[in-house]
């Protein structure tokens, strides 16, 4: 399983847009990249998920160079309620054996301020 | 949209006590995992079960066992508490087809005095 870098802290303001970068330097072909979410006191929640280029969702986008050594998770315009922990995670996405894990790190603590 | 539950929100137990935390989820997902979450120490994968009666260890086992008789349920026991095992217990499950994309529950937080 490929090994993730990710800070392990953001400050940001309200309005602003917030890009967290992970490195993956060892990602496989089949691996894919996921980012999830954690509010305080609850569980993880899926965000969103990539293999190269750029991905866009309703709450989130998530770029992808050419050689994926790395990905960007782009908030735009943080509220208050976006503070939060955000993992990056990498690993296979639908081959590979139902015994594949997810190896959570400790994530980035994204704290947003008014 | 898939909901994990877990039996409990907050627990508080004695050392030497026999719990049982239980997990439902209700999309008919294969695979089902626990895992512990700790100050500084991330999420920690405990056990996960592929399939019914299928369990395999994760990353640490010790002091822990689970049971999958049903498809929808998955029960983590803690055959002997210990104060060591106080932390937030998070159940999640996943569809085969997305091997990423994990579905958590609220999560158990277990007080061991």
């Not at chain 1, 890009?19 to 969103?48: L, V």
């Not at chain 1, 989130?60 to 939060?84: E, G, Q, W, Y």
């Amino acid at each position: 399983l490929a090994k993730t870098t990710q800070p392990i802290s953001m400050d940001s303001y309200e309005g602003q847009e917030v890009n967290i970068t992970c490195s993956h330097n060892n990602i496989a072909t089949n691996d894919y990249i996921t980012w999830y979410q954690q509010f305080p006191s609850q569980g993880p929640r899926f965000i969103i998920q990539g293999y190269k280029t750029k991905v866009t969702n309703e709450v989130a986008s998530l770029f992808i160079p050419a050689d994926r050594k790395s990905s960007t998770l782009s908030l735009p315009r943080v509220s208050l309620s976006d503070t939060a922990v955000y993992y990056c995670l990498v690993g296979e996405g639908s081959v590979g054996g139902a015994t594949n894990k997810l190896i959570f790190g400790t994530g980035t603590l994204l704290a947003v301020q008014p | 949209d898939v909901k994990v539950t877990q039996s409990s929100r907050y627990l508080v137990k004695r050392t030497g006590e026999k719990v049982f935390l239980e997990c439902v989820q209700d999309m008919d997902h294969e695979n089902m995992f626990w895992y512990r979450q700790d100050p500084g120490l991330g999420l920690r994968l405990i056990y996960f079960s592929y399939d019914v009666k299928m369990k395999e260890k994760g990353d640490i086992p010790e002091g822990y066992s689970v049971s999958r008789e049903k498809k929808e349920r998955f029960s983590l026991i803690l055959e002997s508490a210990s104060t060591n095992q106080t932390s937030m217990y998070l159940c999640a499950s996943r569809a085969v087809e997305r091997l990423q994309k994990q579905f958590f529950g609220p999560g158990t937080r277990l007080t061991v005095l």
